[in-house]
């Protein structure tokens, strides 16, 4: 459970302390600090508050009953269990509902509380000290290791130091398991028992070199035979000293710094971004004040951690005790990169693994394990005959640029163009779009994206297609206004399914002969020179979320690989069933493929082989930036010769990264499992599909009923849904449209700023007069839901 | 102390027992260990090594004895401390050396050793088994954590968890440090205290999740009272049940198999990467058999771990006790990227880190702390009062794109072009190259790189220039052939230091006036359009490490700026100081800024303020891609205004993504410190620099002897060595020269293959005729002094 605030109040100083192990203190420093604080001098009141989550062992003997004896104050616990052992087996059975969403939702409750009291009192701040159990990754009751299960909130970390033997490792360990998880750790605390290990000093040291100070204490008193009273005054005697001892002040001085200089860092983020960052994609003109900037504190699974402003205040009462952040579901999927959920532990532990084991290695003349398994791993899963070569590259546009060059090279050769000489361009579709270097930019028709950059130049011809989109409950695929003639009149399919089911639709008669008009036009007229077909399937992605008809594109691919782009006459055929025959057709999938769509290809939808495949985005799960050109062997065989200049000589200095490809290793091998195993998508899939194979069929995480529903919605022209991704076109009743239509703003903005009834606050992006949602490949099936029912509302709420 | 070989043989299964603390059974593990592979049934023998590398406590309770009196085989400790404390402090005083590199010499001896015996007998298999002492973080005698001691021989490891209160948290953050630095962990064992905490119910799970599994074994006798008799009786049972047991005989199988698992992925490595990688850079048809590319199986430090090949072996006798691997200096810092040396442990966690707090966020409209920090290191170290703006791309391709698409666009609106309609093209220097995107190699005159790209268009004018080198003892400055008219004769100077010596050099009338007058012939006569001067400042990367006289690219620079490039006539006067003037002038750093040459910018040589400043590689320390392109604002405010299309549409979907932005701040920092701080570079400095303020010279991380002594060399044309660059043009014989010549490639296949009487081996590229190397910023003096030798070797070889 991801959707709960993170953990930050003006007014509140709330901590975490994590052991290095059970038994090293935790709970002497808690009480330690909570009496520093209740004793500390200066004009600052301090109210305390002390929360143990989860206690197991007699209640008579639990820690918040020893914190309020010897400090007098109340402290609180959540979760009691009895029995001595694991929070995860005492749990079994227990009458309470020990889930980790309901252990958040209590302890961010607690917290919040604990900001408001400490508001009762002007001037007065508050103190939270969430004292964990055991060892910092120890079960919680669900089972789930502490420190993965507090991570919304991502309190900042006190870690006490274990001062046995073995404890300068356990504690390292313990500190590195923390940052692994995103965690601040605002200081490591020694219990100094004066023994020959040193652990301190050396903790010191360490720590040191990571800028975490360690503060050393006075040893707890050993109380082995001491009698309970004995016992009471020789700890109290403990605290009374203690609490107010110069170290006690310095670790008290530490976590009041640390604590203003986040709120600092946080307050001025949005003034250093504007006054150093430039954006990418922005017209800075429009961001009008600094605080139009979103501020990112963190963010975790399908949420952001985003800093309130005025404006995301501006439905909830001003009040200080408000947490200073909100999660945002990440409506984007932060521009359609993330799989896996922000933040995955598993991810970051395993990207580190890569960095821990080569760093990044020279690829040239070289190879690796993790660059082999996944060239391997595509191969398999692009299942396509005739792919058979990976080149790697950064991104997606640098992949595309990559293909293109493959393909012209090919074409080129086989058609006896000098491409230096000849202007030999692309065939592609109306509105596509790869990317933002200039030769995948030339890949594309004139548009706004390219409009004022200098060297494009467009290179190529773009076809006219027909689209289809549920509009007002009906499936339909349409044809470009005034286009009737070209592609025949609007189609009304019973389901989504139908539209891409080629046994009932059959091939195009119509459609293939209007390409081929079109072709002949080009070649046979115009004597212009072709070298590749450049496609998105399914989806045209940055050109406005345009689902195109999947039949007109199978129609395209056919004709042009047997159209003769030959400019001096005779054809030329392949000399193998597998190598490209035509023009080498080019998929490129950086948006559509590898689950987007729920499938591990978009291309599987049209049952199109490609001789080219270009793959970025979800690639790494949405980690860093990794991109492949899979390709056909009659691709790679343009490329060899006697001559280095011959060979493709494209690579970027991080080409096949060891942790981008480890990393798409373990994301690709997660959401196959995600596909084949796991019970979500089963229940996605339930709800589009009837009784025929899942995997055959076209379905969405957004839910049918919701999608007809605002398809009929007054301010809605239609929708479309296929796999994660939801998109809305919007009535713009200026009369605009297109990539400069406003439409959609006003709707994303009343999606971020007011929350809504089922409590969500939802970012998304915009293309003109579209807005889309993008869930990721883990997102569950209630908090869709929960993002369903706020978009319902806010829609509503735009009519009124 | 990274220059031993990995350790991995064929007939030898060495391992390292880690444990998750001190005192959870490593020792009663490992003598069970070496018991079942004494007795284990089958036809293999097994030839048994125990190796104690640190123990501390009194000789007579040692492990060794124990293992010896257990198993009634011999038993070997390293280091034996008599203290029974950590053993960084018990080697305190001690007699013994107890650096890290004796160590691992003495162990990787030790380990040889091992896979020699197993060798005597026909048939049979070694077995080592490495116990390491306390948790995975110990420290060892030196202080170092023992996980990171061992780790350039990545032993496969056995981590025995914690059965006790806390251990599951323990155990699985002792794994986490494990996989953190890049080890594998073969199996993790539990015994079986019966207690009810359940230990190995949970971690079998979780490690299960991790394709890592979990055995549970009995558990160890209690001797608590036991007499030593009795005890002695006791464990034998022990032992001789359990060593037999079906539950050892699924761990000793699970380690043979995880063993020819790795020797066969090893093995298979090259032919499968022939199979399916295109690689960058590359003419395959030069790949002549798959075992031409190098495995690499990981890296540490300024090395590769490389599998050896019959080419590699060929100066080795071919014995089955030679391990498998072998360290290669990095000697093209992995495509320049290499800063912080390979598997470095800080580097990994903060990567980490990152993505545990963000995974990746979108950042169009949104900020985090790494970019904004990040950001703002940059415009500090860049120290250029023109730089404001920081745009964030992914690689230094789609960084250069970035710069000229904002320079054309702040041209283009300056000189009232419309760069659709108009040529407009850049300045450069001859053989520059910016990138293998279309876009940065039409930036670039035609070369042998894009002579076969058929998008390629170079757009622009490339000056000739003058270089400098130490040719035959002596640094000059000479003119390109036939051009003494242009440049003058060749200079010579006394140091390299005088010839970045502007105050000693003065202005050059004869530069200044020769490159106005080529601008005067291609503007006012030819009336050709340019929108920027792209530079790589100090040296040219790719065009073959070519030293351009710094004083002609300060000549080019004030030249440019003081000309006009209107054709309309009037000259443009910039509104600001800081403006861009004539044409914004781009420094391309990607290769050669952040501390390549000893500077955070190579700007800083010529003592000029860009008006662009791209930068990549060492960026992230080498570790993962990012770019940046930091500019000014007069060039920002050129994408000011009113409409969508008038800003910089340009944006990867990783943009500014945390890990980078994170580990960029992290490495920055480290390459900082190492600069001022750490004492290598000291020396470094020291060996070129006298009586002057070292940030201000030119110095170089390879020696002047070395670099004076070559430079004399018959074989040798000219050498250049600037900050960790060393480049030495070989005399090709053949008569050929540039990109085409092979004259270095014989001796960097010696400097690969034939290992040197320094015990090194150098994986080095060439460009042409050029031999580089590269060290990484952590490179120690010690290590480049070997490489010094190995290259003197083997250069002296060429000429037998």
Not at 715 to 740: C, E, M
Request: net charge neutral.
């Amino acid at each position: 459970m991801s959707r709960v605030p993170g953990a930050l109040w003006k007014n509140l100083i709330a901590l975490q302390i994590y052991g290095a192990n059970t038994g090293v203190g935790k709970t002497v420093f808690s009480t330690l600090l909570a009496a520093h604080f209740t004793r500390r001098e200066g004009k600052q009141r301090w109210n305390l508050n002390y929360i143990k989550p989860v206690s197991t062992g007699p209640s008579s003997e639990a820690d918040d009953r020893y914190v309020r004896k010897y400090t007098g104050k109340s402290a609180y616990t959540i979760f009691q269990f009895d029995d001595p052992v694991s929070p995860h087996i005492a749990a079994r059975g227990s009458q309470q509902d020990p889930s980790n969403e309901q252990l958040l939702r209590r302890l961010g409750a607690r917290l919040e509380k604990a900001a408001c009291d400490s508001n009762l009192v002007r001037g007065s701040m508050g103190i939270a000290i969430v004292e964990t159990a055991g060892a910092v990754l120890s079960p919680g009751p669900s089972g789930t290791p502490q420190a993965d299960l507090f991570r919304p909130l991502r309190l900042p970390a006190v870690l006490i130091g274990d001062h046995r033997l073995g404890g300068i490792g356990s504690t390292i360990s313990a500190a590195e398991s923390l940052i692994v998880r995103g965690y601040d750790i605002d200081a490591v605390i020694c219990f100094d028992d004066k023994s020959k290990f040193e652990n301190a000093a050396y903790l010191t040291d360490h720590f040191g070199k990571m800028n975490i100070p360690t503060f050393t204490l006075p040893w707890i008193p050993d109380l082995q035979g001491s009698g309970e009273e004995e016992e009471a005054q020789r700890m109290t005697a403990y605290y009374q000293t203690n609490s107010r001892a110069a170290h006690m002040y310095q670790v008290g001085g530490r976590l009041i710094d640390m604590h203003i200089k986040r709120l600092s860092s946080l307050g001025s983020m949005s003034a250093r971004t504007k006054e150093t960052i430039w954006h990418p994609f922005t017209q800075h003109k429009h961001i009008e004040k600094a605080a139009d900037v979103l501020v990112f504190d963190s963010a975790y699974g399908d949420y952001f951690q985003v800093k309130h402003t005025d404006t995301s205040l501006h439905d909830v009462e001003r009040k200080e005790d408000t947490t200073l952040l909100y999660p945002a579901f990440d409506g984007s999927a932060s521009w359609w990169t993330q799989g896996l959920g922000h933040g995955n532990p598993k991810l970051a532990l395993q990207a580190a693994y890569a960095a821990g084991r080569y760093g990044h290695v020279m690829f040239a003349g070289a190879t690796h394990e993790p660059a082999i398994t996944l060239a391997e791993r595509m191969i398999k899963g692009l299942a396509n005959p005739r792919l058979r070569k990976i080149f790697y590259s950064d991104n997606g546009s640098t992949a595309t640029e990559v293909g293109i060059k493959m393909s012209l090279r090919a074409s080129c050769k086989r058609y006896e163009w000098t491409g230096a000489r000849h202007e030999v361009g692309v065939l592609g579709l109306r509105g596509s779009y790869h990317g933002d270097t200039i030769g995948a930019m030339d890949a594309s028709e004139p548009c706004v994206f390219n409009e004022k950059v200098d060297w494009y130049r467009g290179r190529g011809f773009w076809f006219d297609y027909p689209t289809f989109k549920l509009r007002k409950g009906r499936w339909v695929v349409e044809p470009p206004k005034d286009m009737d003639e070209e592609f025949g009149p609007t189609q009304y399919f019973e389901t989504m399914e139908s539209i891409f089911d080629f046994d009932f639709r059959g091939q195009s008669p119509r459609y293939e002969a209007y390409i081929e008009k079109t072709l002949d036009k080009l070649v046979k007229e115009q004597h212009r020179k072709f070298g590749a077909l450049i496609i998105e399937p399914c989806i045209l992605g940055a050109g406005g979320m345009v689902f195109v008809d999947p039949l007109f594109q199978q129609s395209i691919v056919r004709v042009v690989r047997r159209y003769n782009f030959s400019t001096t006459g005779a054809a030329v055929a392949p000399a193998h069933e597998l190598d490209w025959a035509g023009l080498p057709v080019m998929f490129d999938e950086v948006f559509t493929g590898l689950y987007r769509l729920g499938r591990f290809t978009a291309a599987s939808f049209l049952k199109v082989h490609p001789d080219i495949s270009v793959h970025a985005k979800l690639l790494t799960g949405g980690l860093l930036p990794l991109s492949i050109t899979a390709t056909s062997q009659s691709l790679f065989d343009a490329f060899w010769g006697n001559e280095k200049s011959d060979a493709l000589l494209h690579g970027h200095s991080y080409t096949a990264h060891p942790i981008g490809c480890h990393i798409a290793n373990v994301s690709l091998e997660s959401m196959s499992d995600l596909n084949t195993v796991d019970s979500s998508w089963r229940k996605y899939k339930g709800d589009w599909i009837l009784n025929t194979p899942a995997d055959e069929r076209a379905w969405s995480m957004w839910s049918q009923r919701f999608v007809h529903h605002i398809s009929k919605h007054d301010r809605v022209d239609y929708v479309n849904a296929l796999g994660s991704v939801l998109a809305v076109s919007l009535v713009d009743k200026s009369g605009s449209s297109g990539y400069s239509s406003s439409a959609a703003v006003g709707l994303r903005d009343r999606l971020l700023n007011e929350i809504s009834r089922t409590q969500v606050r939802i970012h998304s992006r915009v293309l003109g007069n579209i807005i889309y949602l993008m869930a990721s490949m883990t997102s569950k099936p209630k908090h869709l839901a929960a993002v369903e029912a706020a978009f319902t509302e806010k829609l509503n709420a735009l009519s009124d």
